[in-house]
Antibody, heavy 121, light 109 residues
């Protein structure tokens, strides 16, 4: 079945780094744009980053620009988020999500279960 | 940067009642790029509506979306017990800017 599974979260000290992964299955990963979205404890959803199907187009939220890097490996059906210079305010559940295939519209129709990142000394 | 403001913050209703949730954008957004999600505690969000009014696959027809420009509405015609959750609107704009509203909590009265 169509599925996204995140991994790589954990506890890291301020200024540290983590690399999140998102494994896709059940669909042709290379056909879809993907995003990372995060949710701080008890808070709402915040878009983090977005990558086109080929990886040629990438965007970041201002809050992570210059610190986070999104990438994908279509041969491995995987999405990544390299997070550097982590701050306490980056503490959140991180979700990967698939954009609907019809690019005349926007919506994210498949989500992973999330991986928790905690930045604390 | 477009800001989405959802109202009310919390909506208290009973099963069987009609729910009307609002999402207002700080500037005009394309209806094609306005979506609604439902999130239950401990779960990932679920896409309900895309293109402001198109139901996602498997979404019951008691959920409907409408609106254009800066004002959008999610309506749940007759609340079922499983509909009590937090609802978010989202827009995709140029740059791109991808923004979520702060959410409306729909709770059982």
């Amino acid at each position: 079945q169509v599925q996204l599974v995140e991994s790589g979260g954990g506890l890291v000290k301020p200024g540290g780094s983590l690399r999140l992964s998102c494994a896709a299955s059940g669909f042709t990963f290379s056909d879809y744009y993907m995003s990372w979205i995060r949710q701080a404890p008890g808070k709402g959803l915040e878009w983090v980053s977005y990558i086109s199907s080929s990886g040629s187009t990438i965007y970041y939220a201002d809050s992570v620009k210059g610190r986070f890097t999104i990438s994908r490996d279509n041969a491995k059906n995987s999405l990544y988020l390299q997070m550097n210079s982590l701050r306490a305010e980056d503490t959140a559940v991180y979700y990967c999500a698939r954009r609907i295939r019809n690019r005349n519209y926007y919506g994210m129709d498949v989500w992973g279960q999330g991986t928790t990142v905690t930045v604390s000394s | 940067e477009i800001v989405l403001t959802q109202s009310p913050g919390t909506l208290s209703l009973s099963p069987g009642e009609r729910a009307t949730l609002s999402c207002r954008a700080s500037q005009s957004v394309s209806s094609s790029y306005l979506a609604w999600y439902q999130q239950k505690p401990g779960q990932a969000p679920r896409l309900l509506i895309y293109g402001a009014s198109s139901r996602a696959t498997g979404i019951p027809d008691r959920f409907s979306g409408s609106g254009s420009g800066t004002d959008f509405t999610l309506t749940i015609s007759r609340l079922e017990p499983e509909d009590f959750a937090v609802y978010y609107c989202q827009q995709y704009g140029s740059s791109p800017s991808i923004a979520f509203g702060q959410g409306t909590r729909l709770e059982i009265k």
